[in-house]
């Protein structure tokens, strides 16, 4: 059903949102659409004015699209187009939202997920034991809303951003229980806190997973401190908070999850209400035990990476507080892989192996290297990274030094380098690889760096390709450009390896 832009008016005014609202031919016209991208603006549609670098022709154009009305913080004269004034554009975007798409009270739980690294596995943990739970009592498969893929129920795609704005959101709402869906998991990154995208969201359950420094720049967070507070505000619209023991700074955060109805702990110390320990691998595989006040018993993981233990025990302390069996937990995390985390690729004689992982930051590094370290012991190391121009600059400094601390040989390369020269970011890493007396070397090409190193390596070597995982672009100044993606790159190296063994063709990876 459509609202009248006259009922937007009244909801906007309700909220004490509009300012002097200058309106021309306010009129009975339904509103049939709503957005912020005048490219998508058309007949009837309501159009939304924001951001740091919104022009005036992006409104020029969306009247041009039919738009009968625009909300905006300014007025921008366009005489004879009704407006509405808003005091703060991003507190009025999800109110609009929430009566556009009507979404149903009480039909979805709502899961979110932060931290600064593992809300993407974790969001697909809890999908892998949501779905199995789902499949056991006939219903239907979770919606989730990731940085890899976004998936409601009718619409599924690549997602071009970790939490999507408010208007995004709704709209996958409303598609998840038009489609009859009844549990949504998905990541709550700071910049969606800071900036209000998930504003007006009661999430039955928020999990806090860890903090440390990243995502400090002028165009993300000015300080570890609004990082950190930003990933906090998450405890003020969850019922249950899910906390993890083990994280930096947990004293501060359970501080700051007594604001949520409950709070429910997990961990490796045994304190925690789901008290994860005997963490080992085993024929390649990381299992470990539970022990809380339902249910003890062992779980395997499909993902390699002892660190994923943290983010197994997040989505098992979210199954707890939604009362899901402990039988369902253990099927249902036990399949689980997410593209472009720990794929693990080996040559047909074992004597080369790769692992794929978006690790891109000082605290995924240093987890990531450990874990290896563990799970192939008997193996050298060496990595391929990169890391982003115009953002997260610390980075540089953490991801030089633990690599070369863990690396035989370092190999750095293009990783979405944006503003900046490979070269330029890539030496600067060099300095802080240096310092530790590693052996590295820059190739901008990021295809013809995995290969020199995948070549390079000597028997009983496992390469490290890290930063991108599955991704298939490279953000180069201002454009995206295409890229094989590193998973493909390495099965590429595996296959020609394989090829030159003195048996058998090549296989599929
Ligand atoms: C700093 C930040 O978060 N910016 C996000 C924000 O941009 P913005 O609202 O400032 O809008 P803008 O980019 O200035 O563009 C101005 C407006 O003009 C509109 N426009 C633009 C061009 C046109 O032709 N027509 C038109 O209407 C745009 O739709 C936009 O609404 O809203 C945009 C969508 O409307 C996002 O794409 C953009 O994310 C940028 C690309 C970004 O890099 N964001 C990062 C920092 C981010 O949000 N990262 C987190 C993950 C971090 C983590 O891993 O924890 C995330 O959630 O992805
Ligand atoms: N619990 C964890 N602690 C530390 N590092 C982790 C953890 N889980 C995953 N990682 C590392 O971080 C990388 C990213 O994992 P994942 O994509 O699940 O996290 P994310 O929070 O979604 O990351 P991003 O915010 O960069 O998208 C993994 O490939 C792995 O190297």
Redesign the pocket.
Known sequence: MNFTVEEYLDLLEGADQVTGSKLYRMGEAEVSGI???????GPGSL?????????K???E??VSRGSICYVSERDYGLEQVPRILVKNI?EAMPLLAEKFYQVPEGMLKYIGV?G?KG?TTTTYYIKGIFDEYMKQTGGRGIACLT?VETYDGKEREA???????SLELYRHFRNACDSGITCLAM??????L??G?VAGIAFDVGVFLNISE??ISP??HKSFKDYFCSKLQLFHQVRTAVVNLDSEFSRTVLMEASSAGRILTFGTKPGADIYGHDVCVENGKVRFSVTCDRFEGEFSLAMHGIFNVENALAAIAVAYACELPFATMQKGLAGVTVDGRMEEYSSRDQKLKAIVDYAHNGLSFEKIFDSVRVEYPDYKIVSVFGCPGG?ALNRRRDMGLIAGKACSKVYLSADDPGPEEVQDICTEIGRFVEDTGCPYECISDREAAIKKAMTEAEENTVVLVLGKGGENSQRVGQILCAYKSDSEVVRECIREYDSKLPYGRPRRL
């Open positions: 957005t912020y991208e005048s490219e998508k603006a159009f939304i004015c924001k951001g740091a670098l919104f022009k022709e992006y409104l154009e969306a991003r932060t600064t809300k940085s997602a071009s951003i970790t939490t999507p704005e990541e709550v990154s700071s910049q969606a800071k900036y995208r990243d995502h165009v993300e953002k």
